[in-house]
């Protein structure tokens, strides 16, 4: 005798069900009801509950306490700045007495002859910045004499950030642009800068370092100069022009390393061409970014100005 249709729909719900408990036992497999207030989670929001972790560990995969060694012999090149007049040493003093003082390891910088490896901390990011920019704004290069800096639809040279913005100087500015042989590049060594320099963009603006208007860019330019002069390679000179860049910009940087870790990719992996590209680092890429991510916030860097 076949059971009524009501007791055959118990009898195949209670098999299912005794299946699954079965099933869950064996693979351990959770179940999770689907009632509740009919409102969902916000994926930023679960995002953000993330990223609070993540921006500590970021913070300091970035900027380490001890500091990131940069891939450059500095020796004399900030006496050699002294001494021929692209950075006043009072001058400057007297503005970073305002700042606590220049301490030992800065002086040293501007007046010793050996100086090894540049180490570039939070703290010391913006003294960086000033000697890179020096240098770059200084250095006989034919990007500063031909390039966009020269072009006449933007004016003249003099009056870019980058230039006018330079005020501890013996003289003015100008009077040092390009014109002094602290660095010798070969022709491949010039070739790889123009080259990467096309590619590096900064938060700030939308150029990239081949058109130094600011201080970052010209900064940029300088450590550009002095890795390839001192055999640094491509791909050398990639990762630690990011690694320089996020010290300068520290807030910018911890937000697209949590940017990339929200599409399942990781500031460690991505190669720094990306990160430094009109994409992510110009000033409209970032604002891209922004619309997407929450921005993280840090301290330090380097100010557009001395």
Same mark, same amino acid.
């Given at each position: 005798?076949?059971?009524?249709?009501?007791?055959?729909?118990?009898?195949?719900?209670?098999?299912?069900?005794?299946?699954?408990?079965?099933?869950?036992?064996?693979?351990?497999?959770?179940?999770?009801?689907?009632?509740?207030?009919?409102?969902?989670?916000?994926?930023?929001?679960?995002?953000?509950?993330?990223?609070?972790?993540?921006?500590?560990?970021?913070?300091?995969?970035?900027?380490?306490?001890?500091?990131?060694?940069?891939?450059?012999?500095?020796?004399?090149?900030?006496?050699?700045?002294?001494?021929?007049?692209?950075?006043?040493?009072?001058?400057?003093?007297?503005?970073?007495?305002?700042?606590?003082?220049?301490?030992?390891?800065?002086?040293?910088?501007?007046?010793?002859?050996?100086?090894?490896?540049?180490?570039?901390?939070?703290?010391?990011?913006?003294?960086?910045?000033? @000697?890179?920019? %020096?240098?770059? &704004?200084?250095?006989?290069? !034919?990007?500063? /004499?031909?390039?966009?800096? #020269?072009?006449?639809?933007?004016?003249?040279?003099?009056?870019?950030?980058?230039?006018?913005?330079?005020?501890?100087?013996?003289?003015?500015?100008?009077?040092?642009?390009?014109?002094?042989?602290?660095?010798?590049?070969?022709?491949?060594?010039?070739?790889?800068?123009?080259?990467?320099?096309?590619?590096?963009?900064?938060?700030?603006?939308?150029?990239?370092?081949?058109?130094?208007?600011?201080?970052?860019?010209?900064?940029?330019?300088?450590?550009?100069?002095?890795?390839?002069?001192?055999?640094?390679?491509?791909?050398?000179?990639?990762?630690?022009?990011?690694?320089?860049?996020?010290?300068?910009?520290?807030?910018?940087? @911890?937000?697209? %390393?949590?940017? &990339?870790?929200?599409?399942? !990719?990781?500031? /460690?992996?991505?190669?720094? #061409?990306?990160?430094?590209?009109?994409?992510?680092?110009?000033?409209?890429?970032?604002?891209?970014?922004?619309?997407?991510?929450?921005?993280?916030?840090?301290?330090?860097?380097?100010?557009?100005?001395?």
């Amino acid at each position: 005798m076949t059971p009524p249709k009501y007791i055959r729909i118990i009898l195949i719900a209670g098999s299912a069900l005794i299946l699954l408990l079965a099933f869950n036992t064996l693979f351990a497999v959770e179940i999770f009801p689907r009632w509740g207030n009919g409102k969902k989670t916000s994926p930023e929001k679960s995002i953000g509950n993330v990223s609070q972790t993540s921006s500590i560990n970021w913070e300091q995969k970035l900027f380490p306490d001890s500091g990131t060694e940069l891939p450059v012999t500095w020796d004399d090149l900030g006496k050699q700045l002294v001494e021929n007049g692209v950075i006043d040493q009072d001058k400057l003093e007297k503005i970073y007495a305002n700042r606590g003082g220049l301490n030992e390891e800065a002086k040293a910088l501007l007046e010793e002859d050996q100086n090894g490896k540049i180490v570039i901390t939070k703290a010391n990011a913006g003294f960086i910045l000033n @000697l890179f920019w %020096a240098l770059g &704004l200084s250095n006989k290069n !034919a990007i500063l /004499d031909s390039g966009p800096m #020269r072009d006449p639809q933007y004016g003249d040279a003099g009056n870019f950030a980058s230039t006018g913005g330079w005020n501890v100087s013996k003289g003015d500015a100008m009077k040092h642009y390009s014109k002094h042989a602290f660095m010798k590049l070969t022709d491949e060594q010039q070739s790889l800068v123009e080259k990467i320099s096309r590619t590096i963009y900064r938060p700030c603006c939308d150029n990239s370092t081949y058109f130094p208007d600011c201080n970052h860019g010209m900064a940029m330019l300088g450590f550009l100069e002095l890795m390839a002069s001192q055999g640094a390679d491509e791909e050398t000179m990639y990762r630690a022009a990011a690694q320089i860049n996020s010290y300068w910009f520290p807030s910018t940087y @911890l937000t697209i %390393a949590k940017y &990339l870790e929200k599409n399942g !990719a990781s500031w /460690d992996t991505t190669d720094p #061409r990306i990160v430094l590209s009109a994409n992510f680092s110009s000033s409209s890429g970032y604002r891209n970014i922004l619309s997407q991510v929450e921005p993280v916030q840090s301290t330090g860097g380097g100010a557009c100005g001395v």
